[in-house]
């Protein structure tokens, strides 16, 4: 009887054991500590338009003009920017601070961009600095990069940047809406 009484419990613990790895707990579902939606605005040089480009090409294959994107998908070229940020999709609102950094094309038969840059603020609504890096496939309609951290407002803060191409002007201008979303925030 003792045995048998061992021998059922066991046997209800092990079902047990295997119904919670058929049935796994659910998903735990982030929100964010914090949101942010801006603006950046990027006019690349073109040889004709130094007063007003905040983006200019550094690096390109051999034998590609510094002053235009090369190639179809403008492969091997590296861009370094200083653009505005702004609180509307406005090019003359009042800039909050400055997107610095670099993006440069990474993919010979599509348009993608690697970027590394951070958000620098200058205003009464924010101090400090958010830092950006990750792969930008630019045909998506929306892409994920990391928010790697942070300083002054925005010390030590991580989370994920939804960008979406917001307009686009040819090869001069373009304007990214930045939905940024901050799940660690100190």
Not at 3 to 18: G, Q, T, V
Not at 48 to 64: F, Q
Not at 143 to 163: E, K, P, W, Y
Request: charged content about 15%; some cysteine; aromatic content about 16%.
């Amino acid at each position: 009887m003792k045995n048998s009484r061992s021998s059922i419990a066991l046997l209800l613990f092990f079902m047990f054991l295997s119904i919670s790895f058929v049935y796994p707990a659910k998903k735990k579902q982030y929100k964010p500590c914090k949101q942010l939606v801006l603006f950046f605005h990027d006019v690349v040089y073109n040889g004709h338009n130094a007063a007003n480009a905040t983006s200019s090409m550094v690096a390109a294959r051999d034998g590609v003009n510094l002053t235009n994107l090369g190639d179809q998908f403008h492969f091997g070229s590296m861009v370094i920017f200083d653009d505005p940020i702004t609180l509307d999709n406005n090019f003359h609102s009042t800039p909050i601070g400055r997107a610095q950094g670099m993006y440069f094309y990474d993919t010979k038969n599509t348009y993608t961009a690697w970027l590394g840059f951070s958000f620098v603020f200058n205003s009464t609504d924010h101090q400090g600095s958010i830092n950006f890096i990750g792969a930008d496939p630019l045909m998506n309609k929306t892409r994920d990069i990391s928010v790697v951290g942070g300083t002054g407002d925005f010390f030590m803060h991580r989370g994920i940047a939804t960008l979406m191409t917001d307009s686009f002007e040819g090869e001069v201008y373009f304007r990214l809406r930045v939905d940024i979303k901050f799940y660690e925030c100190w």
